[in-house]
């Protein structure tokens, strides 16, 4: 079975030095937990009390999740991601202290669910910065405040905006004071001040050391950073935060050399990936290794490769790479059955394999 190694004290240090970072600037912040998918080895092993004491919050887009979460910490708070599905409501009052919003029928809604279960929800409004995601036009927000802000058993705590997900549009100084402008509106409309303006994820981490964040932005978002070291923007390294965090090796199952193109008709009855395939070497041979996982578990494009070899192909679980004539420099045998294959990975990488049941997990 491949492996995903998983250093935990790694993951730590870097949300113990975040957390200090982000005390430092006089901003809030809350670790985004979905990359482990509400994993219990997760919480006991890298959740541990002298972790979270400096966080804020921890936020997931999975209520189930958010769940286990509460299971183990109850007084920990908690933010749900993913503005709330209607059929949901009932959950995101038992186990999200906070939600981030946009409609206003699901506000409503969740306004019924926290009266009838006599607690007051916290809401954070999103607002649409370009990003094409989730948040409300800029324009309507004065608006959307006076429908939602007078909601007996809802507080509007805040509201916040999501750059870099989808679309990967870089945040800005002049972005986020779309947020500062906002907030100060609703001050002046509704005599409100609002506690958290949410404009910060992992990917606008260097407009802090570039003083490119406005003053009204207290309150970020941090998943990427915490547990792959790195900003999104261009993938460097922050601050010097472990990088080297997850390893994932998966074990060659089969080693033989064969035509380098497949023969005969090919049809569209496949239901996998074939990634290379050079017709101008149709005669010669190569050695494929075929490995062992699949597309259920993880995009080859997320990967990258310790060594130099090429993607031929994927199914649903197993990948085939090109070895060449599966020879060293020293004109020894490279691979055989039974080695590991090293890949590097990026979030989306991490993401998925820690969420296939088919891909062994070890804490270390």
């Known amino acids: 079975m491949a492996e995903l190694i998983i250093h935990s004290e790694k993951i730590k240090e870097n949300i113990k030095f975040l957390s200090h970072y982000f005390e430092a600037h006089n901003i809030e912040w809350s670790l985004v937990t979905k990359v482990f998918s509400g994993d219990n080895t997760f919480i006991k092993t890298i959740l541990t009390k002298d972790v979270i004491e400096k966080i804020?919050?921890?936020?997931?887009?999975?209520?189930?999740?958010?769940?286990?979460?509460?299971?183990?910490?109850?007084?920990l708070e908690t933010i749900y991601i993913n503005p709330p599905a209607l059929a949901h409501v009932d959950d995101?009052?038992?186990?999200?202290?906070?939600?981030?919003?946009?409609?206003?029928?699901?506000?409503?809604?969740?306004?019924?669910?926290?009266?009838?279960?006599?607690?007051?929800?916290?809401?954070?409004?999103?607002?649409?910065?370009?990003?094409?995601?989730?948040?409300?036009?800029?324009?309507?927000?004065?608006?959307?405040?006076?429908?939602?802000?007078?909601?007996?058993?809802?507080?509007?705590?805040?509201?916040?905006?999501?750059?870099?997900c989808m679309f990967?549009?870089?945040?800005?100084?002049?972005?986020?004071?779309?947020?500062?402008?906002?907030?100060?509106?609703?001050?002046?409309?509704?005599?409100?001040n609002l506690k958290?303006?949410?404009?910060?994820?992992?990917?606008?981490?260097?407009?802090?050391?570039?003083?490119?964040?406005?003053?009204?932005i207290n309150h970020f978002r941090i998943g990427e950073a915490a547990f792959l070291g790195v900003c999104p923007l261009e993938g460097q390294q922050f601050k010097g935060l472990h990088k080297d965090t997850f390893e994932f090796y998966a074990n060659i199952i089969e080693l033989i050399e064969k035509n380098v193109v497949?023969?005969?008709?090919?049809?569209?009855?496949?239901?996998?990936?074939?990634?290379?395939?050079?017709?101008?070497?149709?005669?010669?041979?190569?050695?494929?290794?075929?490995?062992?996982?699949?597309l259920l578990d993880v995009d080859k494009n997320d990967l990258g490769a310790e060594d130099n070899f090429l993607f031929v192909g994927a199914t649903s679980d197993m990948v085939v790479i090109d070895v060449g004539d599966n020879k060293t420099e020293a004109n020894t045998i490279k691979?055989?059955?039974?080695?590991?294959?090293?890949?590097?990975?990026?979030?989306?990488?991490v993401a998925r394999l820690l969420s296939s049941k088919f891909i062994h997990k070890v804490y270390v």
């Open 335 to 349: 691979y055989k059955v039974g080695d590991k294959i090293k890949f590097r990975l990026n979030y989306m990488a």
């Open 196 to 216: 958290l303006i949410s404009g910060g994820t992992s990917i606008t981490l260097p407009l802090i050391e570039d003083n490119l964040v406005p003053k009204d």
């Open 262 to 294: 497949p023969g005969d008709v090919i049809t569209d009855s496949n239901n996998g990936q074939a990634i290379h395939n050079d017709s101008n070497r149709s005669t010669l041979k190569s050695y494929k290794a075929i490995l062992d996982f699949g």
């Open 92 to 164: 995101v009052i038992d186990y999200a202290d906070i939600s981030l919003n946009t409609s206003i029928s699901t506000i409503e809604a969740l306004n019924a669910s926290a009266k009838q279960k006599n607690r007051i929800h916290k809401i954070i409004i999103m607002i649409e910065l370009g990003e094409l995601r989730e948040g409300i036009n800029n324009e309507d927000v004065v608006a959307f405040y006076q429908s939602v802000f007078n909601l007996s058993h809802i507080e509007v705590v805040g509201i916040g905006s999501n750059l870099g």
């Open 168 to 192: 990967g549009i870089e945040p800005s100084y002049n972005k986020l004071e779309q947020l500062s402008y906002s907030k100060a509106l609703i001050a002046s409309k509704f005599n409100k």
């Open 56 to 75: 804020k919050s921890v936020s997931d887009s999975k209520l189930s999740s958010l769940k286990t979460l509460k299971a183990v910490y109850p007084n």
